[in-house]
């Protein structure tokens, strides 16, 4: 099974909604918990880490920080395992295949663009072992947000 946030979650506490702020509740994991994360960004065929250098030297700072894996990978890299057309759908795809071969607990996925607003909130913060999936409305027109999400590998499976 897979568990899912949003960085908008760590980064923003409070969401839009109807013109009232409404607050996000925290979910804390004790720190006797052991749990390794790594943040992973997908570039789209033909995109260079150049492009978006602001934002994912952020997310590498970040990780840094606070000893996380930071690992960029690259659409084209993963064509025989992923074949999925829409970057969209084959970063979901890169994610899933990274968790099978890593020893990640947790994968963070972050959209290229997005950099980090407080590099002090830790992830552990953040995580619900008892979730599978969580997705997340935007801020401003209230769909679900794809460009963010949290994975764990479960011994369950998807």
């Not at 690259?74 to 064509?79: E, L, Q, R």
């Not at 084959?90 to 994610?95: A, G, L, S, Y």
């Amino acid at each position: 099974m897979v568990l899912m946030l949003s960085l908008s979650t760590i980064a923003l506490w409070y969401k839009y909604n109807y013109e009232e702020y409404e607050e996000i509740r925290w979910i804390t994991i004790p720190k006797t918990l052991n749990v390794s994360i790594g943040i992973v960004s997908v570039l789209q065929a033909g995109s260079t880490r150049a492009k978006y250098k602001t934002a994912m030297d952020s997310m590498e700072c970040y990780a840094l920080r606070q000893n996380y894996t930071y690992i960029v990978v690259n659409g084209t890299d993963y064509k025989e395992e992923c074949p999925q057309e829409d970057i969209t759908f084959q970063r979901h795809c890169i994610v899933a295949q990274l968790l099978n071969v890593t020893t990640l607990d947790w994968i963070l996925f972050v959209d290229s663009d997005i950099g980090v607003v407080n590099e002090k909130v830790r992830l552990e913060n953040v995580l619900d072992s008892s979730m599978d999936i969580i997705f997340y409305d935007r801020m401003f027109n209230h769909e679900i947000m794809a460009g963010q999400n949290k994975c764990t590998a479960k011994p369950t499976g998807c």
